[in-house]
T-cell receptor
Framework: NAGVTQTPKFQVLKTGQSMTLQCAQD?????MSWYRQDPGMGLRLIHY???????DQGEVPNGYNVSRSTTEDFPLRLLSAAPSQTSVYFC?????????????FGPGTRLTVL | GENVEQHPSTLSVQEGDSAVIKCTYS??????FPWYKQELGKGPQLIID?????GEKKDQRIAVTLNKTAKHFSLHITETQPEDSAVYFC????????????FGSGTQLTVLP
């Protein structure tokens, strides 16, 4: 299994540009999520999904959109990038209902918005 | 919602010494507390976890303790090695069907040779 994969690894955008961060998992996990990591602030939840067709907001959802059309994929869209969105983004997944609560993280995407 | 505080933010120890990282949480309904290790340029990886029905759990050189009354939990690393150098995050899982993770702010551990 590849686990959780993310593309791209690095990205530089100009203010106002749009882009999509890709996330895929091959573990058939129901739950997928996006976090952003900023210095001194740990990881903060942006959006999450408990299954195909179901998404919900996390702690810091403003400026981001998500969709979940398949179990495997959970893309994160920035419609109009802002310098405040400069961060490292992590996707994670876990199985629901088996009592383990273990989340598996991808390698991250480092985004810089100029 | 849940709030997790983590201390210290940086920790330097000599190789072979022990390291302790402490976290407190606010939601008394939280019942799962994982610890993640993040190496430079990589995603966080689970190293140990504890549930609220246990007070202590050990896995080789790593142990975690939980005090539900005081709402705090700690990570203990004994006989530290240079490869233990990384950022460590504590987290708490909130109640609710999706059981969200709330992370502490992280501790940069440096093991000096």
């Amino acid at each position: 299994n590849a686990g959780v994969t993310q593309t791209p690894k690095f990205q530089v955008l100009k203010t106002g540009q749009s882009m999509t961060l890709q996330c895929a998992q091959d573990m058939n996990h129901e739950y997928m999520s996006w976090y952003r990591q900023d210095p001194g602030m740990g990881l903060r939840l942006i959006h999450y999904s408990v299954g195909a067709g179901i998404t919900d907001q996390g702690e810091v959802p403003n400026g981001y959109n998500v969709s979940r059309s398949t179990t495997e994929d959970f893309p994160l869209r920035l419609l109009s990038a802002a310098p405040s969105q400069t961060s490292v983004y992590f996707c994670a997944s876990k199985r629901l209902g088996d009592g383990t609560d273990t989340q598996y993280f991808g390698p991250g995407t480092r985004l810089t918005v100029l | 919602g849940e709030n997790v505080e983590q201390h210290p933010s940086t920790l330097s120890v000599q190789e072979g010494d022990s390291a302790v990282i402490k976290c407190t949480y606010s939601d008394s309904a939280s019942n799962y507390f994982p610890w993640y290790k993040q190496e430079l340029g990589k995603g966080p990886q689970l190293i140990i976890d504890i549930r609220s029905n246990v007070g202590e759990k050990k896995d080789q050189r790593i142990a975690v303790t939980l005090n539900k009354t005081a709402k705090h939990f700690s990570l203990h690393i004994t006989e530290t090695q240079p490869e233990d150098s990384a950022v460590y995050f504590c987290a708490a899982v909130s109640s609710g069907s999706a059981r969200q993770l709330t992370f502490g702010s992280g501790t940069q551990l440096t093991v000096l040779p």
